[in-house]
């Protein structure tokens, strides 16, 4: 029996990396899938590559015009929402004596905000169903990276968001994660070497597996964790 008939996620940043290579995950157990992305052409070429029930919308989760399309395209029912579109900001990655102010705004406005505003609208669904949220991290978060600042600060408030949010909604499973490195277009615009880290095939199959799955207590996740405690 196929204990995902029925069930239905939301991936933001559907198109490419880590939310192409999870909708991959879930579609091939059956899921019910409505994806996005900001390019029409990949969001469209990776509905193709991940087969199954997918609806793929072009669009920018900062717009508040498109969030309302992903919250209309779901109103039948959510059972996990996974927040990984996301933005490095400026690059090069400044030091922070040099961050553009307007450019850490429209950061924060892509993965701090938009992801919120998505939980917002799509919470009533995801209670109904006693769902979960996903919300992808980075170790960026949590260390002191020289030039990623911007982008960690981010991801911090993301994850404190996350956290106060576990503690607000206990019907809700709400999960903040941390995939590790991964050879992504996004690793390499940092101007790390993404060819030496892994496919984020293996950070997608450590998350379908020890959370989507797994169900475990709101909290803090990572990839590597999930993975050793197969």
Do not use: C
Not at 105 to 126: D, E, G, R
Not at 148 to 154: E, I, T, V
Request: net charge negative.
């Amino acid at each position: 029996m196929n204990t995902a008939a029925g069930k239905t996620a939301l991936i933001t940043g559907g198109s490419r990396g880590l939310g192409r290579a999870l909708a991959r995950e879930l579609a091939a157990a059956g899921w019910t899938l409505v994806i996005d992305g900001r390019d029409a052409a990949a969001l469209d070429a990776a509905a193709r590559d991940i087969g199954g029930d997918v609806t793929a919308i072009p669009g920018d989760v900062a717009d508040a015009a498109h969030r309302a399309d992903l919250a209309r395209a779901v109103s039948g029912g959510l059972d996990l929402l996974v927040n990984n579109a996301s933005t490095l900001g400026t690059t090069p990655l400044p030091r922070l004596a040099e961050q553009p102010v307007a450019d850490l705004a429209a950061t924060y406005a892509t993965n701090v905000l938009a992801p919120l505003a998505l939980i917002q609208a799509v919470l009533p669904v995801l209670r109904e169903r006693h769902g979960a949220i996903l919300n992808i991290s980075s170790d960026a978060a949590v260390e002191n990276y020289e030039t990623w600042g911007g982008y960690g600060s981010s991801k911090a408030a993301l994850e404190q968001l996350s956290n106060v949010l576990a503690a607000e909604e206990p019907d809700v499973r709400v999960w903040w994660a941390d995939p590790g490195e991964m050879r992504t277009d996004m690793l390499r615009a940092a101007g790390e070497d993404a060819d030496a880290a892994p496919p984020p095939e293996e950070a997608a199959a450590a998350f379908h597996r020890g959370l989507v799955d797994g169900r475990p207590a709101s909290g803090r996740y990572r990839a590597a964790d999930l993975a050793a405690a197969r």
